[in-house]
């Protein structure tokens, strides 16, 4: 009987309980909410301060910009078959330096992957150093690298190909040895006792099973470095975003070819988006011929 | 006995095992094959065999050896015959009059002494220069003759440059460059010399134990100041680049999310009925998206010049497509069954909202959120490279100076510290903000729960 007047027993208790339990947690919730809408306005402020031009002042004159553009494509309307087709092999260089990009950080984030997981990896003792190799190739932003390149290979798709192909190793080394960690071991043990040797093992046993996703993160790292491959040649590195800052270096009288440019980066990547999308669906929700690719 | 009680005979049973096998093999090896072949074609594509040709591998080697040593120059004014010394050669560097480093001896003949037996001597008239092994190399360096030079053998070797007006002789020692104007030492040493304080603050030089005690004294806030205000490495500066970034990339990320939030809702069919506005918002996310950060980079960057605001924007607005299309996906799967219990307890539409449908999507929304902000960091650095703003325009510009490469190594290294630091940091939060992280990371981690991942 002592046990049970010890706690709360009437109903006003409990009702009392609760609610001074739901006020402090609505206190709790009010302070982090005013915290952060402070911050955030601070946030802004700073960035408003440190910034050329301020938002006030600029806001209105955001459209401006793309409705000059617009405008004088439009008055050269006739001129913009021409002027898609002109900037085409740019763009084929763009998706080049993107695709050889991306295959090359496939392959060596593969092996990265495999280095780095218990169980497959070839030298078990250096898993952390694996790991934190592609820690650090994930932590490059692709425009470092490509700028010291740039001023040891000069300009061009290569600089840019090999700094995107070098994220895209880290990027991908976590998120395949994240699917190694799923797969199952068994096959690799069959094989290892019908004296497979480690490519064998890997080839045979862990490959097949882990196929799919790695295919479906390949493609989506596809369309990231398609942006990434356009940002990389506004510094120099050659493709659609070098052409781009030439038209807009020159300013008004050649933004029909700016427009141009716009025009084929922006279909690029919505269709790009669009294809990669529908397999990775198809990847994912296996067809059986998904899997053996 | 079933399974072998087939119509096939051996032979047919072995070409059909044959068949299958062969298909493999073509499987096998045509997709390799094919990669190759694409990587043969890249390779001509991309003019590799030409980029011997253009590749500056001088560059290369001045790059790194600059980037982990720096170098003293000893200037003597050939007309006055006024020595001066400076680390890395500039102003900022420069010892004070009548002050030179402890192996250099001011005189009626300055004597340089560039170690291994290696001397250099400027004398009121002559150039000399000691060379171990080869002899004494002399100059007379003259406005009317140019720069005449004497070598201890008649054939001048390939580490010695002769001409008229000039003379430059590179050792391993370091280098000596004459030409009638001036003459010129450079003697290169490992480490970053003034990183901590430049030469006209009294703590240059000081060991750290002596700065302890200094400190102790009072004098903290001197060597703190002297340290932040060190106008060859611009500590300051670097701090605040930093900060720029991590603020672009702070509000970008989490305006984005702000924005789409609401968006979302208006994209999904379980919460809004107008099948056209949701068609309109599901095109202006994909468009928003579609249209890349750089060309939302260039039009920002017009209407409100370079800055971290323009590059918070450019992350708000590229962000908000993919947020709104990766938050409408998270809310058209969410359970009705626990709107229908608030709404049973008599809760209006904001209510429902609040307790029914924001509790089931945090947990995805957060952990997005937290991804987006480590590959943003990464992003505002490029941006900030474009637009001139953060850490990325101080790389930049140190790059494009083209000298400063110690500065340069020294501004990857914390572009690379910043971005882990950044992933750590949302990874924690992550772990503390999401219970049960590890069975949620296994689904997040299905490509297809997460088709729009853009680290």
């Known amino acids: 009987m002592t046990d049970l007047t010890a706690g709360p027993s009437t109903v006003d208790q409990i009702r009392d309980d609760y609610t001074a339990m739901a006020r402090r947690k609505r206190v709790y919730g009010g302070i982090l909410l005013i915290l952060f809408v402070a911050i955030m306005a601070a946030g802004f402020r700073t960035a408003d301060s440190r910034n050329a031009g301020s938002f006030i002042e600029g806001w209105h004159r955001i459209f401006d910009y793309p409705a000059e553009v617009l405008s004088e494509a439009w008055e050269k309307i006739a001129e913009m078959p021409e002027n898609l087709f002109e900037f085409f092999p740019a763009l084929i260089e763009t998706l080049n330096i993107a695709a050889a990009a991306t295959l090359a950080g496939t392959i060596v984030g593969m092996f990265l992957s495999l280095m780095s997981t218990r169980g497959m990896a070839y030298l078990p003792t250096l898993i952390p150093l694996f790991r934190r190799i592609s820690d650090i190739f994930r932590a490059i932003p692709e425009i470092v690298i490509a700028l010291v390149l740039i001023f040891i290979l000069g300009g061009g798709p290569v600089p840019a190909m090999i700094a995107i192909a070098i994220h895209t190793a880290g990027a991908l080394g976590k998120l395949f040895s994240e699917v190694n960690e799923n797969a199952s071991l068994k096959p690799v043990e069959g094989l290892q006792s019908v004296g497979a040797n480690w490519s064998q093992r890997m080839y045979l046993g862990v490959i097949p099973q882990v196929g799919p996703n790695y295919v479906s993160y390949a493609l989506l790292r596809f369309e990231i470095n398609i942006r990434a491959s356009a940002i990389l040649g506004f510094v120099g590195a050659g493709g659609l975003g070098y052409e781009l800052r030439n038209a807009m270096s020159w300013g008004q009288g050649r933004y029909d070819e700016a427009a141009a440019i716009f025009i084929l980066l922006f279909v690029t990547i919505v269709i790009v988006d669009q294809i990669s999308g529908y397999l990775r669906d198809r990847l994912a929700h296996g067809s059986e011929k998904g899997a053996s690719a | ?455």
């Open chain 2, 1 to 455: 006995m079933s399974t072998l009680a087939t119509n096939l005979t051996t032979a047919e049973l072995k070409a059909e095992a044959d068949r299958l096998f062969s298909r493999k093999r073509v499987v096998n090896f045509g997709l390799p094959a094919m990669v190759l072949v694409y990587l043969v074609y890249v390779f001509f594509a991309f003019d590799v065999p030409g980029l011997a040709a253009r590749a500056n591998w001088g560059n290369g080697k001045t790059l790194v050896s600059d980037s982990y040593s720096y170098k003293t120059h000893i200037t003597r004014d050939n007309r006055s015959g006024e020595v001066s010394a400076a680390i890395e050669g500039e102003r900022k560097g420069r010892y004070p009059e009548g002050e030179t480093p402890d192996w250099v001896s001011l005189g009626e003949t300055t004597v340089i002494d560039l170690e291994d037996g290696h001397v250099v001597r400027f004398g009121p008239e002559t150039i000399e220069y000691d060379i171990p092994g080869y002899g004494v190399v002399r100059a007379t360096p003259s406005r009317s003759a140019g720069v005449q030079a004497e070598l201890p053998t008649d054939e001048a070797p390939d580490w010695i440059n002769v001409s008229k007006n000039r003379l430059a002789i590179t050792t391993d020692a370091g280098r000596l460059t004459v030409t009638r104007n001036r003459s010129e030492v450079f003697r290169y040493f490992t480490g970053w010399e003034l990183f901590w304080f430049t030469l006209d603050s009294p703590y240059y030089g000081k060991s750290f134990p002596e700065l302890v005690g200094r400190a102790a004294q009072g004098e903290g806030g001197a060597i703190l100041n002297d340290f932040w205000t060190n106008k060859m490495w611009r500590h300051q500066d670097v701090a605040w680049a930093i900060f720029e970034t991590i603020l672009m990339a702070f509000l970008g990320t989490l305006g984005a999310a702000m924005v789409a939030l609401p968006l979302a809702f208006m994209a999904t069919r379980n919460f809004n009925p107008m099948k056209s506005v949701r068609f309109a918002t599901r095109r202006v996310f994909d468009f928003v998206r579609g249209v890349d950060a750089l060309i939302w980079t260039v039009v920002l960057a017009r209407a409100f010049g370079p800055g971290p605001l323009t590059g918070a924007l450019a992350i708000l607005v590229t962000d908000t497509g993919t947020f709104g299309k990766i938050f409408s996906e998270a809310l058209e799967n969410v359970d009705q069954k626990q709107i229908e219990g608030v709404q049973s307890t008599g809760a209006n539409a904001p209510q429902r909202y609040r307790f029914g449908v924001i509790p089931q999507v945090t947990p995805v929304l957060l952990s997005q959120l937290l991804y987006f902000l480590e590959s943003n960091t990464r992003s505002a650095t490029v941006i900030g490279a474009i637009t001139g703003g953060g850490i990325g325009l101080l790389l930049t510009q140190a790059i494009i100076t083209q000298k400063d490469w110690e500065e340069v190594a020294y501004y990857i290294v914390l572009i690379i510290l910043m971005v882990m630091l950044m992933d750590w940091f949302s990874g924690w939060l992550r772990k503390r903000l999401i219970r049960g992280e590890t069975r949620k990371k296994s689904k997040l981690r299905d490509p297809k729960a997460k088709p729009l991942l853009l680290p």
